[in-house]
């Protein structure tokens, strides 16, 4: 009886606390979602009047554009990610085994300090940078290794490095929480065995860091697909990113009906990439998030 | 006891004090383009009204989705531009109409005044009132582009990788000019429209690889024109102006084929809060004193009759220069904008930017 009653109190106490955060996200997400769905499968003919329909669905597929699109953010995020690996695996190796203790959490730091700023101040800082009246044209002039300043902005490999940039955190975080379970004896046993750095790496320590590479890659993936500034400011003429497609039809276009398909589509068709990414892997989703 | 509920007592009135004193400090939240909201305007209405201004940016296109998103609400006052008032009012009945009564109309040029009233028509009541006008062009540097003076030079190899403009709707009617066309006159017939559109489309790609960048931020065109990163941009009068003053070099040309003239408006949202404030927002930056520091610094003409007497020379300067007669004969002015041309432009900027 009294037990039960401590356990009612408790369910009690717990519906109090949880309220708050229910109506947060019935009111704010899950109803515009729900509202956002319907919108998608819906057609504005003239003034206000609409009907159901799938042909905002069918748009994405028969313009070339819109496809397109989609396919070069999603070729360009994988590359991205792929990148940001590359780049984001031997930091964390370092961190974790090679520098002494004592420096670790003050790397760390480091690598948290450029995340103090908005990343639309982080964008502007490149820009300045990279542009062709720029710093580092500046420099190049002054020193005599270009004869003719060059524009480094608005190009594909300067968004490429604008979004590494920007999502490298989120890879080398799950990595060091991956390595730092690894033991050093394994490594040293390689070594002892006569394994070379190759080998130690394929057969060592990407196996032994994979759920926190696949964790980290999917955060990546799904934070460049969905960027929005680094592409549009930092690509020039030729970034359409799809998610200023979506934009552009809402705003532009009035046609929130389309942006809302679009949006919806984004969500479908990343989510089925992140499952395939997992299956081509072989990794469980549950074991990746733990 | 009686202590505590004399101290009960002083709280409780503090706190009316306190909450009153919030309310007695009016807002008005306008929703504008940068530049329209001059600080020591703001300082000055407040020092007059009582009445705190707080400013919102936006473009055309954002206005009206900020406005559709909340059916009207969240804004005392907006400025969008004639053209884009009366079919989004038809559609989304964002937009109260204006009460004429309460803008005091001796302080705006008649004509435009009776323009605007008659483009903002809805269910027979005029939405807007004029605010200030102004016309795209070209900005050009003339140490690097003496030639150029019509919209086709933005298509033009000559000036590769020193072209700039904005992938909205302005650059393709501008185009469509170049081209002999009257896009203006296809504004009702959607299958013409589309078609020129589509021509103006497949021009843009095929010019695309001398584009430097479609600047989409005023500061960075300004950045980007000073630098000499660019020599030749479609841009508004004032941004040309503001230019010229810096550097000589630079100024608006008034195109072969007609500056695209807009007016930007005031219009109160259909659930706008403090409709009193706007009025007297309206009023006081028509008044001519007000207007013309408006233009002194902005550079844009303004709509308030009278305003002449208190401009700058050079910015009096600045209108004799680039726009003798036959230029303003020329001007294009933007007639109100069916519904639907949006999602065929739209369409059009898209292929535009996602061409390699």
């Given at each position: ?31 515009p979602q729900?509202d956002l769905l319907?919108m998608s499968?819906r057609v504005e003919?003239?003034?206000g009047?609409s ?5 905002n669905?069918?748009q994405f597929?028969?313009e070339?554009i819109y496809?397109?699109t989609f396919?070069?953010t ?45 990343e639309l101040?982080?964008v ?101 697909l969905g960027n929005y500034l680094t592409p549009n400011l930092?690509g020039g003429k030729?970034s359409l990113w799809f998610t200023e497609q979506i934009y552009n039809q809402f705003i532009a276009s009035f046609n929130w009906n389309q942006g809302s398909a679009f949006g919806f589509l984004l969500l ?23 | ?29 306008l929703l504008t383009w940068k530049?329209y ?18 400013v919102t940016y936006s473009n055309n296109e954002e206005m009206i989705a900020k406005l559709r998103a909340t059916r009207g609400a969240g804004f005392?006052?907006a400025q969008p531009s004639q053209d884009r008032i009366s079919s989004v009012q038809q559609q989304f009945k964002i937009y ?40 795209s ?28 403009y904005r992938l909205k709707r302005p650059t393709l009617i ?23 559109m589509?021509?103006?489309g ?11 960048s479609y600047w989409t931020n005023g500061d960075a065109l ?14 508004w ?25 807009w007016?930007d408006t005031?219009a109160?949202p259909a ?63 933007y007639?109100p904008v069916p519904a639907k041309l949006e999602s065929i432009e739209g369409k059009t900027l898209d292929k535009v930017k996602a061409?390699?």
């Amino acid at each position: 009886m009294d037990k039960n009653g401590m356990h009612d109190r408790l369910r009690w106490g717990l519906l109090l606390f949880l309220t708050p955060v229910f109506l947060w996200l019935v009111l704010l997400i899950v109803l515009p979602q729900i509202d956002l769905l319907i919108m998608s499968f819906r057609v504005e003919s003239g003034y206000g009047d609409s009907s159901w329909s799938l042909y905002n669905y069918r748009q994405f597929f028969e313009e070339p554009i819109y496809w397109l699109t989609f396919v070069r953010t999603a070729v360009y995020s994988v590359l991205v990610t792929f990148l940001t690996f590359v780049v984001a695996l031997p930091v964390a190796f370092y961190i974790t085994k090679v520098v002494h203790p004592r420096f670790q959490g003050f790397l760390t730091v480091l690598l948290l300090l450029p995340f103090w700023v908005s990343e639309l101040v982080r964008v502007y800082g490149w820009m300045i940078l990279l542009r062709e009246s720029g710093v580092i044209n500046h420099f190049l002039l002054r020193m005599g290794l270009l004869q003719q300043p060059v524009e480094m902005l608005y190009q594909d490999a300067t968004m490429i490095m604008g979004l590494v940039y920007t999502s490298m955190l989120f890879m080398v975080v799950p990595l060091i929480s991956a390595l730092e379970s690894l033991d050093n004896s394994l490594i040293e046993a390689a070594y002892d065995l006569g394994a070379n750095m190759g080998s130690i790496l394929y057969k060592i320590i990407i196996p032994h860091a994979t759920p926190g590479i696949v964790s980290g890659s999917i955060v990546v993936f799904m934070l460049t697909l969905g960027n929005y500034l680094t592409p549009n400011l930092m690509g020039g003429k030729n970034s359409l990113w799809f998610t200023e497609q979506i934009y552009n039809q809402f705003i532009a276009s009035f046609n929130w009906n389309q942006g809302s398909a679009f949006g919806f589509l984004l969500l479908f068709l990343s989510s089925v990439i992140v499952w395939l990414g997992l299956k081509l892997t072989r990794q469980n989703l549950r074991k990746v998030v733990q | 006891m009686r202590k505590k509920s004399i101290y009960s007592v002083i709280l409780i009135v503090a706190f009316w004090a306190v909450g009153s004193g919030i309310v007695l400090a009016e807002e008005l939240a306008l929703l504008t383009w940068k530049g329209y909201a001059p600080v020591n305007l703001v300082e000055k209405f407040q020092k007059e009204t009582g009445i705190t201004v707080k400013v919102t940016y936006s473009n055309n296109e954002e206005m009206i989705a900020k406005l559709r998103a909340t059916r009207g609400a969240g804004f005392d006052l907006a400025q969008p531009s004639q053209d884009r008032i009366s079919s989004v009012q038809q559609q989304f009945k964002i937009y109260q109409p204006i009460d004429l009564s309460k803008i005091d109309s001796k302080q705006i040029i008649p004509s435009m005044l009776e323009a605007v009233k008659q483009n903002t028509m809805v269910d027979g009541k005029p939405h807007a009132v004029p605010f200030c006008w102004g016309t795209s062009g070209l900005v050009v540097n003339r140490k690097f582009a003496p030639n150029a003076t019509d919209y086709s030079d933005l298509l033009n190899a000559f000036y590769n990788g020193r072209i700039s403009y904005r992938l909205k709707r302005p650059t393709l009617i501008a185009l469509a000019f170049a081209a002999g066309e009257n896009p203006f006159a296809k504004y009702s017939n959607e299958k013409d429209y589309e078609e020129l559109m589509n021509r103006i489309g497949t021009a843009m790609i095929a010019a695309k690889p001398f584009v430097k960048s479609y600047w989409t931020n005023g500061d960075a065109l300004l950045e980007s024109m000073r630098s000499g990163e660019v020599h030749l941009a479609m841009a508004w009068d004032g941004a040309g102006w503001k230019l010229h003053a810096e550097d000589p070099n630079i100024d608006f040309v008034a195109p072969r084929s007609g500056a695209l003239g807009w007016i930007d408006t005031f219009a109160i949202p259909a659930k706008a809060k403090n409709v009193k404030a706007a009025y007297k927002w309206i009023n006081f930056m028509l008044r001519p004193e007000n207007a013309a520091a408006f233009t002194n610094a902005e550079k844009y003409g303004t709509a308030s009759n009278g305003a002449n007497q208190y401009l700058d020379a050079s910015v009096r300067a600045n209108f004799e220069r680039c726009f003798p007669m036959r230029h303003i004969a020329n001007i294009k002015w933007y007639p109100p904008v069916p519904a639907k041309l949006e999602s065929i432009e739209g369409k059009t900027l898209d292929k535009v930017k996602a061409a390699q």
